[in-house]
């Protein structure tokens, strides 16, 4: 049985980005371990699961209903119930790793965490599948090589959430919900992650995110793969990043 590791901050992780790829991958007879910052439950971004503060841009930026029900499964699972902590585990008991993203600020812990930095180096070192989405890409941008003094995806392509995305849904939001969809106010997340790649050119923003995808229209999301290092931008290609990892994986 393959295993997959699957970091997730104490708090804000988006649900789409973490249940769906776990329903995937254990209906597949993956192993998914989750680890958080101490051993205990995370609690998903409420805000993206329940919609409920989104007001009328709801059904554009929450967790569409596939989600919540996978969500929903996923909580009562006993991986989601009893993870271990990011100090439990090393690379070598693991075929890959997996970095959902979350924009709530509760996740900045988790982007910023040294462990998971040298946990990520030690992954790209071995040569191992690193997959991630939105904000996860901006962990793995500031993961860096003991040996090259760079980041790990310092000579690869890659993509993440779009600056384009990241400031439509502060715009449309800001009035009443402020800066929820800034995590970091002084730089967005297409940004950041140039700015550790060697050519700016190597940021791949792919076709207009207009549509989420699905398990019938994996076409609709958009993924880059550079050798074992899978990237996605948003909740709208997480079905085709699953796939994608699945297929490394069990291939």
């Not at 075929?95 to 924009?103: S, T």
């Not at 890659?158 to 715009?171: G, V």
Request: charge should be neutral; aromatic fraction near 10%; include cysteine.
């Amino acid at each position: 049985m393959k295993r997959i590791l699957v970091p997730l901050p104490s708090k804000g992780a988006d649900p789409s980005e973490v249940a769906i790829p776990w329903k995937l991958l254990t209906e597949q007879g993956v192993d998914v371990v989750f680890i958080t910052p101490d051993g205990k439950k995370a609690q998903v971004d409420q805000c993206m699961l329940t919609g409920k503060a989104l007001g009328i841009f709801k059904s554009m930026l929450a967790a569409r209903a596939d989600a919540v029900q996978a969500c929903q499964l996923m909580e009562n699972s006993d991986e989601f119930l009893h993870p271990l902590s990011y100090q439990a585990v090393n690379a070598d008991s693991f075929d890959a790793i997996y970095l959902p993203g979350g924009h709530d600020k509760t996740v900045r812990p988790y982007l910023e965490s040294a462990i998971l930095q040298k946990l990520i180096v030690n992954f790209f070192q071995a040569k191992k599948l690193v997959a991630a989405v939105c904000h996860g890409v901006v962990l793995v941008a500031r993961s860096i090589d003991n040996i090259t003094g760079k980041s790990v995806i310092y000579n690869y392509q890659t993509t993440a959430l779009l600056k384009k995305q990241e400031l439509l849904a502060y715009n449309l939001t800001r009035l009443w919900l402020d800066d929820y969809y800034l995590t970091y106010p002084e730089i967005t997340v297409e940004d950041e992650v140039t700015q550790a790649l060697e050519k700016p050119q190597q940021f791949k923003q792919g076709p207009l995110p207009l549509f989420r995808d699905s398990v019938s229209s994996l076409s609709a999301g958009f993924t880059v793969c550079d050798r074992n290092f899978l990237s996605a931008r948003w909740p709208g290609d997480i079905y085709n990043l699953a796939s994608k990892m699945i297929d490394k994986l069990t291939m």
